[in-house]
DNA sequence: CGGGATATGATAGTAATACTATTATATTTG
DNA sequence: CAAATATAATAGTATTACTATCATATCCCG
C-alpha cells in the first residue's frame, strides 16, 4: 500500500552511520525536522532530539559528528530531491523553453504537501530549508567542507537548471548566476513574506513568487 | 585635517550604551569587526574581544545587551552606511533610469576602500555582511526584534531603490521584491564567487556582478 | 580641592552547550 | 547459545553566554 518509493542516496561523507540504515536513524531525522522548525536550529540539542526520540545524545552522535553536520545532512537530502523533481519533470519535454518553465516552476512552488516517500516530512523540512540552509554553508568551514563535497547536491540542481538557461539563449553569459539568484532569492522571498513583509511584495495566498521569478528569468535572457 | 566626517546615527534600541559615545565603544565595534571577519561569527565571543581591547568582558555588556546585538548593530551600520551613499549620489540626478542606475551600481560594487569618516572599516565590514549579515535576522526572535525596529535601516535601504523602480516603471507589479532579490543575490554571489564557485560565472577579477544585476533589472522591468 | 557620580575592571558564579570517553545492557545474527 | 553489534547510561570536560557583585579609577561640579 505504499505509494511509489524513492531512495534518495546521500552520499556517506554526510554521517557516520547512515540514519536511512535503521528505526533509530529514520526517527532521529524525522525528529529532528520537527525540532528545528520549531525551536530554530540555534536552540535544538542532540540532547533534546535523544529525549524525545526516546533515546540517547551518544547514540546520535554515532550518526551525526556534529549538530552542523545534521543541518549539511538535511539540506543536502532536500536537494536531492529537488533534483529528482526537476529531473522527473523535464525529462520528457523538448523545448528548452518550455522545460526552462517547468523547472522555475517546481523551483518556486511552496511545498505544501509530502509524498511520503520515506521517513523525510518535505513541508517541514522546506520550511526548514527557508530558515536554516543558509547557515549550512555560512561557517568558516566551508572551503573544507566543500572540498569534502559537502554541498555537492545543490550545485548539481544549479547546475541543471542552468544548463537550461544556456539551451533557451547559449549567448547568456551568466546563467549560473541567474539561477543560484532565483533559487536564493525563492527562499529570501518565502522567509520575508512571514517575517519581514516590508521587503517583498508577496501578498499572503496569491502565489507572486512564481511569477515574478519566471517573469525574471525569461525577462533577463531573452 | 579630518575628511569629511558623517555621522550615522544609530538607533538606541541596538545598543545599551552607545558605543560611538566613548573611545572604549569605538575600540569594541572596531575590534569586534576585526575578529569577526577573523574567526567567524560563531567564534567570536565578548571575552576574546575583551581581552584583544585590553578591556573586560563585563564592560562590554555594558554596551551590548549580547553578541546577537551587536552583530544586528553592525549591519544596521551598515545599511546607515549605505543609505547615506545612495542619498549622496542621487540627489541630483533628475533621469529616473540613470538614478536606478547608479543606485544598482552602489549596490552591485565591491567595497575596496575605506573612508575612514568613522571608526568603522568599511571594507571589513562590507566582508562581514556577505559572510554573516543573514544570521542577523534567521533567529527565532525575527518577529519580536522586528517590531523593535531591529531591521528598520535595511528595509528603508529597500524602499529607497524600490521606488526608483517605481519611477522608471509604475506599472511593474514586484518592485520591493526585485530589489530584496538584488541585493540579497549580490552578498551570495560574492561570497560563492570566494568558497563556492560552482553557483556564480564570477571570474576573479572582473566585475559580472555589477553588469549582471544591472542587466537583470532592467530587462525585468522594461 | 574634595566628594559624589559614573565608567570601567576584576572576580566569581551559573546553567547550558557540544561534545568525548567509558562502561553496561540489549538485540541481532551465525 | 555465544559472539558481535547496537544502543543506553553515566560521567566528565572545556567553553559559552551570560549575571551579579564589588572594587577601583576617572570625571565633573560646587
Request: net charge negative; charged share 25%; proline share 3%.
Amino acid at each position: 500500500m505504499k505509494p511509489l518509493s524513492i531512495h534518495i542516496t546521500i552520499d556517506p561523507a554526510l554521517y557516520t552511520k547512515d540514519p536511512a540504515s535503521s528505526e533509530l536513524g529514520k526517527k532521529m531525522v524525522q525528529k529532528s525536522i520537527e525540532m528545528i522548525d520549531e525551536m530554530g536550529f540555534e536552540k535544538f540539542t542532540f540532547k533534546k532530539l535523544g529525549t524525545a526520540i526516546g533515546s540517547n545524545e551518544s547514540s546520535i552522535y554515532r550518526y551525526f559528528e556534529s549538530k552542523h553536520s545534521l543541518l549539511v545532512y538535511l539540506v543536502s537530502w532536500y536537494w536531492s530531491w529537488v533534483e529528482y523533481k526537476l529531473v522527473f519533470a523535464t525529462t520528457n519535454i523538448t523545448d528548452s523553453r518550455e522545460k526552462l518553465a517547468k523547472s522555475i516552476r517546481i523551483l518556486t512552488e511552496n511545498v505544501t504537501e509530502d509524498h511520503a516517500f520515506s521517513f523525510v516530512n518535505e513541508v517541514i523540512l522546506h520550511k526548514i530549508i527557508i530558515a536554516e540552509s543558509s547557515k549550512a554553508y555560512h561557517t568558516k568551514d566551508v572551503d573544507t567542507e566543500n572540498q569534502k563535497g559537502f554541498y555537492k547536491t545543490y550545485k548539481r540542481v544549479v547546475q541543471l537548471v542552468s544548463d537550461m538557461v544556456s539551451e533557451v539563449n547559449p549567448d547568456f553569459e551568466f546563467p549560473t548566476m541567474l539561477i543560484s539568484t532565483l533559487i536564493e532569492g525563492v527562499h529570501h522571498q518565502r522567509y520575508f513574506s512571514e517575517h519581514l513583509p516590508a521587503l517583498t511584495n508577496v501578498t499572503e495566498g496569491e502565489d507572486c513568487v512564481m511569477r515574478f521569478y519566471n517573469q525574471l528569468v525569461f525577462n533577463t535572457i531573452l
